[in-house]
């Protein structure tokens, strides 16, 4: 299985800083019990002892969210000595800031894409759209106008127009979130049957683009809903 | 088992850690016992120590709670009260309060308010350190032993300076403070819902000068706050002062015009108001009076009903409800999906807001636990977990508003969102503009919104040191991590050379280390008549405790260990310390129970060593005194 190579990768010979055994990558040292800082590099994915999936049960994510909360939570170390305060609020940060990120799907793919070397892609209207974006910018600015003149109908006709144009916006973003979740799925077997990197490469890219298409539209929803 | 005192010494210092709630109108301590939580009470059983401070500059004479209450009518120029609501604020923030209190605010008071008070100038964190000192002696009282370690409580919606104020407070007046706690969060501790196996709780504290709404998920003794929100600037003093505006504008139209200009007359009528609203929680109308006795005609009265105070603030109990529907969209839930309503502060009181909040939730809130100490109680659960006590709760909390930092153009780039749990910590990478650039400034702030100009600055500072480079080529990288507490603290380091980075941190709004440091100096010297007779009463308590345990070691152990000099020496400085105690000199009664303490030190130090080392490992001295 990939999880135990993914979770020991990060550590090569760091020492517990309370009795110097060699630390095997574990929250806690595996000798004198102590809680460890976190080491550089290490990933929420293998900071939570997950593989890269995408796919995940998030009640069993809740589960060890809890579970590890109970270990790190600096409420418990208000006795300890100050590494281990460190130590604790480190971890609990990370876990927190892990538990933050990984249950949510959409962020989620972003940071597996951000780990596997993407930067945040430009946020791009879908081909398919472009006229459609055009003339709604359009219509935007005319509200604008209307509401400066304060004509009243011509204000409630763009109102009216823009919001149904709003639907087929959430729609859209329905569809694409359906077939960003559709490519989690190809990830996850990618992932399983450590197929050549080309592979990877295309399920990633695939991502990338509906993730700039969804941030594109979300946008523009917010900013018509803002007019509005 | 025998018992056994660890220290002999010195009032010893309590390894209990207390709950405070530090009210915008009542403060209150609390601690966790064999029978749970319980707030400390005063000789004649009051919980509440109300938030008041009184200063007497010529008489160099300090007051707190109820006594200085009891000025404010007769001397209002001499009292402070709602302190809370400029904890952590500028003068700019604070006008329209300003408008309704009758303090003096000092020159210089755009980042820290000053108070004048005579020809002393005070600031919010130094009359709440009073106001806490008071609830540190009557706890050391309560225990007989010196409490030096507190939980306290703030608003949840509290932003990061009014936060650091509450803390520098807690500093000022000898505690440390091992943690500041949510109020509503607290709150839902002491409400004990923990027993169902999975609840949705949402918490409504509307108390004297703040409104918060939280919303958690309870699940196996974990306290998640999904949601919160609110407003630090609405509360029960918003709602007096409609009733103040009511009575001076009828007054106004009669004998009396022009008098509530008078502090002694306004304190007056914000007596009779509040009393009036009390009265209106219970009864569906009651009477506004006030007479002259030595003006003619003099007198006002009027009735008032439930129905019209309900008109006279449903506006702002309505302004309640928008950070509730917030924080459930937050929280990405429908009000139908509350399993649980627990109201919180005195607010909830009043029939208008209950209502409200039933219409809001579609369920009938909890109001079982007395509203005025349901946070002190929480704090104390807190304190003992904090404290070792117990394992089985933990509390998740979050922060309620958004850290970013400025960018381009004044816009502010979201770094740590709202209601993310703590702590949580973000990192930024930082580079320099043009070459050879040694300084980067960085300016931190909290809010939701956009521009610079619309969030609340909380820090500025500058990344220095940096080696001359072409522009662009330095990788800075800060570290961003708010703490347990809802406090936020910087660290940066040289991403090439992972060297670390000195930081100097300018806060917007709160004391910078130096000032604290001088205020202490400045609390003790001031204090020092009242502490004369403090410090004898303390001594006495002091010396009382060791006694009776010196006593206690004398007789049951003394013969059996330690040679018959020994034994002397311990009479002899026990004798010694009993006269010093009768007499008035503090100083010496310090000094005998020190000498006590050196005769008996081996003493203690061979029943320690027998009998419980092993059991002695993990526990606190207080828990092995008291056996």
Redesign the interface.
Known sequence: MSEAVVNKAQVSSARCSHCGAVLSGEHFCETCDRIQPVAEHTDFFAFIGLPRRLRLDETELEKTFYALSRQFHPDYFMAASEAERQASMERSSMLNDAYRTLRDRVARAEYLLSLEGYTEAEKKAPPDLLEEVFELNMQVEELKAAKKMADEDEIAEAVASLETALAGLRTKLAEIDERLFAQFEQWDSVLENNTASGEKRIVLDRMSELLSHRSYIRNLVRDITEVI | MPVIELSMSGLPKSGRVVGIDLGTTNSLVAFTGDNGPEVIRDESGNALVPSIVYYDDNEDRLLVGEEARDRLITEPRKAIYSVKRFMGKGSADVQEDLSVVPFQIAADSEQVIGFQMGDRVFTPPEISAFILRDLKRRASRFFGEEVTQAVITVPAYFNDAQRQATKDAGHLAGLEV??IVNEPTAASLAYGIENRDEAIVAVYDFGGGTFDISILKL??G?F?VLATNGDTHLGGDDIDNRLITLIIDELEQGPFKGAAREPVVFQAIRKLAIRAKHELSASDHTLLEIYSPGQPGGEYNREITRDEFAALISDIVERTLGPCKQALKDAGLNPEQIDEVVMVGGSTRIPLVRNKVRDLFKREPHIELNPDEVVALGAAIQAD????GR?DL???DVTPLSLGIETMGGVVAKIINRN???????SEMFTTWVDNQTGIDVHVLQGEREMVADCRSLAKFTLKGIPPQPAGLPRIEVKF?I??NGILTVSARDHRTGQEHSIEVKPSYGLTDEQIEKMLLDSFEFAEEDLRKRQLVEARNEAETVMRAAEKALAEHATRLISEQERDGISRALDELRQAFGGEDYVLVREKIRALDDASHHLAEIIMDGAVLAALKDRKASEVAEG
């Not at chain 2, 977990?385 to 070792?388: A, H, T």
């Not at chain 2, 993310?420 to 973000?426: E, G, N, Q, Y």
């Open positions: 091992l943690r699940k196996d974990i998640e977990v904090l404290s070792g394992r933990l509390l998740l993310s749990t703590i702590p949580a910590s973000a991590l703490d347990a």
